[in-house]
Nanobody, 127 residues
């Protein structure tokens, strides 16, 4: 099972940018490129929701509608890292952000489709 560690969260103002990183560690180091990777988020009192996903090669990406045009997911398989560039942040983007790995060739927007999760990083956007 892949082990993931997120970083890059913080407190920012509306309109600011943040870049989240998620690095693989441990025995999964050599197989990182075989995973589809995703970002999810969970706000207080709400269910975890899909944010973005990227294919194994990085060619194909998916986004939830509310972040399209503002967030960009990317990956560097040589560094075993996936990124989430978040621009024009809004207060409603406030949540704990999780990266996740999926051992499949088919993209998924549901959390149950992912079998490796990081511990999460807090993003807080003030108005």
């Amino acid at each position: 099972q892949v082990q993931l560690v997120e970083s890059g969260g913080g407190l920012v103002q509306a309109g600011d940018s943040l870049r989240l990183s998620c690095a693989a560690s441990g025995r999964t180091f050599s197989t990182f490129s075989s995973y589809i990777l995703g970002w999810f988020r969970q706000a207080p009192g709400k269910e975890r929701e899909f944010v973005a996903a990227i294919s194994r090669s990085g060619v194909t990406t998916l986004y939830t509608d509310v972040v399209k045009g503002r967030f960009t997911i990317s990956r560097d398989n040589a560094k075993n890292t996936v990124y989430l560039q978040m621009n024009s942040l809004k207060p409603e983007d406030t949540a704990v952000y999780y990266c996740a790995a999926r051992s499949s060739v088919v993209m998924s927007t549901t959390s149950t489709g992912y079998n490796g999760w990081g511990q999460g990083t807090q993003v807080t956007v003030s108005s």
